[in-house]
T-cell receptor
Framework: QQQVKQSPQSLIVQKGGISIINCAYE??????FPWYQQFPGKGPALLIAIRPDVSEKKEGRFTISFNKSAKQFSLHIMDSQPGDSATYFCAGDSGGGADGLTFGKGTHLIIQP | DSGVTQTPKHLITATGQRVTLRCSPRSGDLSVYWYQQSLDQGLQFLIQYYNGEERAKGNILERFSAQQFPDLHSELNLSSLELGDSALYFCASSVAGTGNTEAFFGQGTRLTVV
């Protein structure tokens, strides 16, 4: 499987701050880029997703920025809250779904009150 | 609650043994995916079934196999277990057989091989 590289591995942000997680992908066949949020003891849950025909998608406090030429995308969490403390995974998927989701290694985010 | 049910939640077994993990997808979803989550490898796609047929194969070992039944539930069979197979195993389901659709994950089965 082609890799998705995610950074940072861990991140500590003060309450009210902006959390930024970055991902880079290799497979140019990817045409769907979801972000999943996982709390301890739970399965990953879809947070927000983007397709490469747009450069940005915003849902509430969560924004994905997408740079197709650089093969990079990032998640911004505005006004970060303690309840956002979780592990975040970026992923890529091709339309044919031949490989399932290819996940990054995850970012452990802690929001300090 | 994602609507995807996995059983059992925890499983402890010895090396060399065989186990079966079960997944019931969300109502109406035809696709079932299996993923393995470990600290060193992260979330790795194993295999996908769509409406009873194998659709895609990822990093699944030959000792592992899966199937999807007519009622759309799926089972992942792990045999000749090794210590390194200890991991969280997730099932996910989606309505379509291809990518670009939301996949809903179950709460996982934590497998410990001793």
């Amino acid at each position: 499987q082609q890799q998705v590289k995610q950074s940072p591995q861990s991140l500590i942000v003060q309450k009210g701050g902006i959390s930024i997680i970055n991902c880079a992908y290799e497979n140019t066949a990817f045409d769907y880029f979801p972000w999943y949020q996982q709390f301890p003891g739970k399965g990953p849950a879809l947070l927000i997703a983007i397709r490469p025909d747009v450069s940005e998608k915003k849902e509430g406090r969560f924004t994905i920025s997408f740079n197709k030429s650089a093969k990079q995308f990032s998640l911004h969490i505005m006004d970060s809250q303690p309840g956002d403390s979780a592990t975040y995974f970026c992923a890529g998927d091709s339309g044919g779904g031949a490989d399932g989701l290819t996940f990054g290694k995850g970012t452990h985010l802690i929001i300090q009150p | 609650d994602s609507g995807v049910t996995q059983t059992p939640k925890h499983l402890i077994t010895a090396t060399g043994q065989r186990v079966t993990l079960r997944c019931s997808p969300r109502s109406g979803d035809l696709s079932v995916y299996w993923y393995q989550q470990s600290l060193d490898q992260g979330l790795q796609f194993l295999i996908q079934y769509y409406n009873g047929e194998e659709r895609a194969k990822g990093n699944i070992l030959e000792r592992f196999s899966a199937q999807q039944f007519p009622d759309l539930h799926s089972e992942l069979n792990l045999s000749s277990l090794e210590l390194g197979d200890s991991a969280l195993y997730f099932c996910a389901s989606s309505v379509a057989g291809t990518g670009n659709t939301e996949a809903f994950f179950g709460q996982g089965t934590r497998l410990t091989v001793v």
